[in-house]
């Protein structure tokens, strides 16, 4: 079992920043990515940020040079810098762990609760 716990949601005015924080239960030293995903109302999840335990990187275009992800392997957390905040960002934001099993590469993936993001004048 893993646990992931988010936390940072709230609200704010467009053009203003947030930060997100994930803390993961446990850490992996297999190959994992962390991520941050989106569900807003009557739309599906989307991946936002990602970054592998390699260090590699990869935005949505919508968020590109507005966010940054993070993360901290020696505290098993993950964070998104989230700049210039559009009403279009409003959403619920799940923090999300992928590990990849050796010998079968199975995927197995862990999600948070989410936290509520909303941006409004």
């Known amino acids: 079992q893993v646990d992931l716990v988010e936390s940072g949601g709230g609200l704010v005015q467009p053009g203003g920043s947030l930060r997100l924080s994930c803390a993961v239960s446990?850490?992996?030293?297999?190959?994992?990515?962390l991520g941050w995903y989106r569900q807003a109302p009557g739309k599906e999840r989307e991946m936002v940020a990602v970054?592998?335990?390699?260090?590699?990187?990869n935005y949505t275009n919508s968020v590109k040079g507005r966010f940054i992800i993070s993360r901290d392997n020696s505290k098993n957390t993950v964070d998104l810098q989230m700049n210039n905040l559009k009403p279009e960002d409003t959403a619920v934001y799940y923090c999300?762990?992928?590990?990849?099993?050796?010998?079968?590469?199975?995927?197995?993936?862990?999600w948070g609760q989410g936290t509520q993001v909303t941006v409004s004048s």
């Open positions: 446990r850490s992996s030293r297999n190959f994992n990515v």
């Open positions: 999300s762990l992928k590990v990849v099993t050796p010998g079968t590469w199975k995927v197995t993936s862990y």
């Open positions: 970054v592998s335990s390699a260090g590699h990187m």
